[in-house]
């Protein structure tokens, strides 16, 4: 089991253990640093969805920078269990674990969210499959960070306002387009 670090809001310099899971790849701090640097570096208030959550690194760096609420959706028990341990370790109560399916999340969503975080596992087709759903799951003014394997300029009416590289991971931010 490894461990990775929070590097920014009020657990700061806190460890998570982070379980031996295929295909999981927590996002390296200094991708981090860079996205939350983009966003402003708090996100008070603000109500953050990680459909694809693995170690939960990205929502639980969005709830120790103030999001309001953060709903972290892994499918593999092992990390779910790891994202329980993680939540309650930092008193977390922010924080809602969901044990299922993105797709099937994003379908029927109830709610709507002014962040999400989509890092799923690589060359599966994913992003693709979720895309259909993000107009309905995020408010107006919404983001949509984008891990990926390959570079994402659009996704649907979205495109990427900044985006980096960082060994094999490329990341975006996304807005809606202003057409």
Request: aromatic share 8%.
């Amino acid at each position: 089991m490894s461990r990775v670090r929070i590097v920014g809001g009020q657990w700061r310099s806190r460890l998570l253990e982070v379980t031996d899971a295929q295909g999981l790849r927590p996002t390296p701090d200094r991708v981090r640093e860079t996205l939350f640097n983009w966003l402003g570096q708090t996100l008070d208030g603000e109500h953050c969805l990680d459909l694809f959550a693995g170690s939960g690194i990205l929502g639980f760096e969005a709830a120790s920078r103030g999001a309001e609420s953060v709903v972290l959706v892994e499918r593999n028990p092992r990390a779910v269990a790891a994202l329980h341990k993680s939540a309650k370790t930092l008193q977390a109560s922010q924080v809602e674990i969901v044990c299922g399916d993105a797709v099937r999340f994003a379908q029927n969503a109830q709610r709507k969210f002014d962040g999400v975080f989509l890092d799923p596992p690589y060359e599966q087709g994913w992003i693709e499959r979720i895309q259909p759903w993000l107009d309905a799951l995020l408010k107006p003014d919404g983001w949509i960070y984008v891990e990926s394997e390959a570079t994402v300029a659009t996704l649907g009416n979205w495109q990427a306002v900044k985006q980096g590289r960082a060994g094999t991971v490329n990341f975006h931010l996304m807005r809606r387009s202003q057409e």
